[in-house]
């Protein structure tokens, strides 16, 4: 086995593990959420929570924007305060669907 077949293992957990680290914050959530049904998103109070300190201006962006971003799941147009899908998007796309339908599924109940 060469080395880059040796590395090919680690790279792929690691890339799970951040989809799972994106996805594991109620805030983050939304967010991608609502990209699943729209191209572009705008930052305004929908996105701003004051009752959910994750959901607060300082925490949406000082940690959840800046790590959507740096896993290239969003893109970030900080000066147009607007979010897109990123080149990684669709690597969540899979898990987005089934939470849409899981959270459908309980209210349905």
């Known amino acids: 086995m060469s080395g ?15 989809r799972f680290e994106a ?10 959420l609502e990209l699943l049904d729209r191209e572009s998103l705008g930052i305004d109070a929908d996105l701003i929570d004051d009752d959910d300190p994750a959901g607060r201006p300082t925490e949406l962006y000082h940690v959840h924007l ?15 305060g607007v979010l897109r899908r990123g080149a990684r998007f669709d690597d969540l796309v899979p898990v987005l669907r089934f939470i849409r339908e899981d959270a459908d599924d309980r209210s349905g109940q």
């Open 23 to 32: 996805l594991s914050n109620a805030s983050r959530r939304r967010i991608l």
């Open 66 to 80: 800046p790590k959507l971003h740096a896993a290239a799941f969003v893109e970030w147009d900080r000066e147009a």
């Open 4 to 18: 880059a077949d040796d590395e090919k293992p680690e790279r792929d957990s690691e890339r799970v593990d951040e």
